[in-house]
Each structure stands twice: as C-alpha cells, then as structure tokens.
C-alpha cells in the first residue's frame, strides 16, 4: 500500500497548494529535531517523512505518479504519465531502455534543504558548519539560542529574528457599497492575480476569486484581510491583500454612526400647519411619517429603530432622523402680512 502522505501532512486529496504550505508550514515547526530534544529520534523520522510528503504533493508531476501508482510508483518502476523527457525536476528520473521512457523514479531530497527553501534560509538556523544528508545537516543548538528558538515562528509561520525573511507591507484597496448593501448585507466576489511560487522559486502568475461576506451594520473603514495573498518571492513573507469598506453617497440618505438622517423640503404653510414624511426605506419599505407639531428650522424628527442594523446585534437598529429645510416666501403683500398678523398676533 505504501505511505499515505496525504494522511501526513493531514490534508485531504483535493488539497491546493495553499493547503499544502499550511499544513507542512505547521507540521515542520512542530516537529523540527531542534525543537524535540527529548524524542529527537522519533521527531527526525517524522520531520523527514512530513518533508517528502511536501516535496510529492507540491510538485504536479510527482503528485500524479503518486496518485496514480503510489509510494511504489514514485520509488519503483511504473511508467511515467504520458512519457516524457529522460530527466525530470527535483529529484524525479526517467529512465529509458531504447524504447522511449519505461519507468520514473523519485529521490527524496534532504528534509533539512526543502526546510530551508522553504523558509527561506540557504542553511535552517544559519549553517552552523558543513551541511549533511538526510538528517544530519547542521542546526543552531537550543543551547546557543536558548530553548525558544522556535517561538519567533509560531505555529503559523513567521520569521526569525536573525536574517529572517520580512514580510512584505500590506496592499489595501478600497471597497465601495452603496447604504442598501451595508444594510442588508450582500456578497461580493473580487477577481485577483497574482504570482506564486513553487519550492524551486519559479514563479506563475495565477488567477483567484476572493469570495466577501459584506454584514449587515458594516462601516465605513472596516477592513477584510485575505493573509498573505500578495505576490511570492524569495525570502519575502507575501504582502497581505486588505480590503476597505467605503461608504458611497446616497441620494436620499447620509449616515451617522448607526443613524440615518434625511432632509426634507417643505414650505412654511407645511411648516406650521402640519406635514406628512413619505419615504422608501433602505430594504424596501415605505413608511409614512405625520408629523403634527410645527416645525421650527431647528426641528428634528426621530423615529426609533428605523436605521442602520447595528453590526454587533443586527436585530438591533440606530434611529432615523429627519431635518426639515423650510422654504421661506421671498416677498408678502400687503394684504398677506396683514393676514399673517393677524393669525399670529398676540
């Protein structure tokens, strides 16, 4: 049957790339021998076998062989998939007997040089003296660095403090929605490119859907980040890719916080004697507010729960405020003002 690597690096087989990174990104810290002293043994030996399930499942060409005919394939004499050249990247061989290619062969690589492509480094810990096969190339002791060396990785990847790979400045985008989409909350689907790289450092610009859940009661400046998305390149953590929510203008309303306000235009006739808001709510409703109290050009009209949802508690809303801008006549007759008098004369 062979070894499951898939099962190693605790992935399943429809795994991408980018699950692949993670898992052995994880799975290599955790059990690299510097960081198991008291089971060194037993962490080499899986540390190596983590390290060649990355180095098949990362390569295409050796992914298929495998898939196809498993550890045997890969170490035995099967035929390649779909023939080929007599040599192939990375450790992969195509032997031919006259007739064409009849069989591939996989060497598994030191675990120590795909550790250091990896991350980054052309020797893990800095090449301490001569590099080795297999699992006896040199690394700092905890003795030197202390017994945390490891920490300024973490169990997501990071970098070193000494000769570390640096992580590249965040790019930020801003992200348009309209107060219909921040209220109800929708979906926006973001196309990107991008360059990535394999682990010999040749890169491939790729395609990717990036998939926002925009929530009800969002902000302007509220930010999403998508870790790490930016291009790859050697010894450069990938930038990650941020995206701004930013607030276009409405034609009816403006936002406060978790308040909407409106302004009405209205004469001074509708001003004193009486006046009736209509409006279309930002999900649909239309709502008729009476408003019987005169209304004085500092007047403002609050209807509870008639805002934005409030992003902690959707169920939960600002208010609506409504401001009048009332419409003054430019000039009275005579007569008007003496009507005027006298209905509000004292």
């Known amino acids: 049957m062979g070894v499951d690597y898939y099962k190693i690096l605790q992935v399943d087989r429809n795994a991408t790339d980018e699950n692949l990174k993670k898992a052995y990104r994880k799975l290599a810290m955790k059990w690299h021998p510097d960081k198991n002293l008291t089971n060194k043994k037993e962490a080499e030996a899986k540390f190596k076998q983590i390290s060649e399930a990355y180095e098949v499942l990362s390569d295409?060409?050796?992914?298929?062989?495998?898939?196809?005919?498993?550890?045997?394939?890969?170490?035995?004499?099967?035929?390649p998939p779909g023939g080929g050249a007599a040599a192939g990247p990375g450790g992969a061989q195509f032997f031919s007997t006259g007739d064409g290619p009849t069989m591939f062969r996989f060497n598994p690589r030191s675990a120590n040089d795909i550790f250091a492509e990896f991350f980054g480094f052309s020797s893990p810990f800095g090449g301490m003296g001569g590099g080795g096969g297999g699992m006896r190339g040199s690394r700092f002791s905890s003795g030197i660095f202390g017994d945390d060396i490891f920490a300024s990785f973490g169990e997501g990847g990071g970098s070193m403090n000494q000769g570390a790979s640096r992580k590249a400045p965040p790019i930020e985008n801003r992200l348009p929605c309209s107060l219909e989409e921040l209220c109800k909350g929708t979906t926006k689907k973001m196309k990107i490119s991008r360059e990535i790289a394999d682990i010999s450092g040749k890169t491939m610009e790729v395609e990717e859907i990036l998939t926002i859940d925009i929530k009800p009661g969002w902000k302007m400046g509220t930010k999403i980040t998508f870790p790490e998305k930016g291009n790859e390149q050697p010894n450069v953590i990938p930038a990650d890719l941020v995206f701004i929510i930013d607030e276009k203008p409405h034609s009816v309303f403006t936002r406060d916080g978790n308040d909407l306000i409106v302004t009405q235009n209205i004469s001074l006739a509708e001003a004193l004697t009486g006046y009736t808001v209509h409006l279309t709510t930002l999900d649909g409703r239309n709502l008729s507010i009476p408003i019987t109290n005169v209304i004085h050009p500092n007047y403002e009209e609050v209807v509870p729960r008639e805002g934005m949802p409030i992003q902690k508690d959707p169920t939960k809303r600002g208010n609506l405020r409504i401001k009048f801008n009332i419409k003054f006549p430019t000039r009275l007759t005579t007569e008007q003002k003496a009507g005027i008098r006298k209905l509000l004369g004292p």
């Open 60 to 79: 295409p060409q050796k992914r298929a062989v495998y898939d196809q005919y498993g550890e045997e394939g890969l170490k035995g004499q099967v035929p």
